[in-house]
């Protein structure tokens, strides 16, 4: 069994019915936790955290671009303190290669901010504590984010939170049917 997080019931839409989903809440330290007890309760095959993200203002990345992270940076650490970077597990990644070929692979940036992570270019609030939850428990996780708007934009009305969803949706389904 896969069991799929995101922070909101929206964002497990792709995944329904053929996977374990948990909605976690918003933001690290409510991913860590619940990520953990739900792993505590039936320990799953894999762990895919999936959802929306934002991505910096000219970095090139276009919204409504599916991104896989190849590294989750806890951007909230100071980068001394160990661990704040992880990779996600390497056959997840080549099967995310091959399900998602117009994906973008890039670092994913986890911050409890809106703006808080000026070292990566796309930025998230859950990976890093969900893809860490897995590592303690040495569950093969990854992942899968879907650009709904620019980090800069200040106007959450300019977002493109259901378009996102909808992106979301069908990348989560064609990543699930390469892992079955």
Excluded at 22 to 48: H, S
Excluded at 92 to 104: M, N, Q, V
Aim: proline share 5%; with cysteine; hydrophobic share 45%.
């Amino acid at each position: 069994m896969i069991l799929f997080v995101g922070a909101i019931g929206q964002e497990l839409a792709g995944a329904r019915d053929q996977a374990r989903l948990l909605a976690c809440g918003v933001g690290p330290v409510e991913a860590a936790i619940a990520t953990a007890k739900e792993i505590i309760k039936e320990r799953p095959r894999a762990v895919i955290n999936v959802g929306l993200a934002g991505a910096r203002r000219g970095s090139g990345i276009g919204v409504l671009d599916v991104v896989v992270g190849t590294e989750a940076v806890y951007c909230d650490l100071f980068p001394r303190f160990s661990p704040n970077r992880l990779k996600p597990d390497s056959t997840l990644l080549e099967a995310a290669r091959s399900a998602l070929p117009d994906a973008r692979f890039l670092p994913v940036g986890t911050t409890a901010s809106v703006g808080g992570s000026s070292e990566v270019e796309v930025e998230a609030m859950e990976g890093f504590s969900v893809l860490r939850a897995a590592q303690l428990a040495a569950i093969p996780a990854l992942e899968l984010r879907v650009i709904s708007n620019e980090v800069e934009e200040p106007s959450r009305s300019n977002w493109h939170i259901d378009d996102g969803l909808f992106v979301l949706q069908g990348a989560t389904r064609r990543l699930l049917e390469a892992l079955l």
